[in-house]
């Protein structure tokens, strides 16, 4: 089973030849880099954050929101906007004007 020091080396290998390291060779990312990018790229395409929890592996997702939270701000427009509908008082309908008109 390879270690961690194995992953690590094949990792800067891997970033050294595609050119993301620092001026003194050191990688500009991480492992963790990644996961925060799909992360974040998935919340802000509207994947819904309890998703993106269950697949970063949190046991909480209370963990996802307080590292990630900040990243669906359109999420209290939202909520706003369906507590505003439902919440606006109905316009009643108006009864039919009783007719007139002679059954013939």
Known sequence: MPTASTYGYHWRKALKV?????????????????????????????????????????????????????????????CRDVMQEALRPSVPRQAAEPSTALAA
């Open 18 to 78: 595609a050119g993301v390291t620092t001026p003194d060779g050191k990688p500009k990312y991480t492992p963790h880099s990644l996961r925060h990018f799909f992360a974040s790229t998935a919340l802000a395409n509207g994947v819904p954050i309890h998703e993106v929890s269950r697949w970063l592996g949190h046991r909480n997702i209370k963990t996802t929101v307080d590292t990630y939270g900040h990243l669906v701000p359109e999420a209290w427009d939202r």
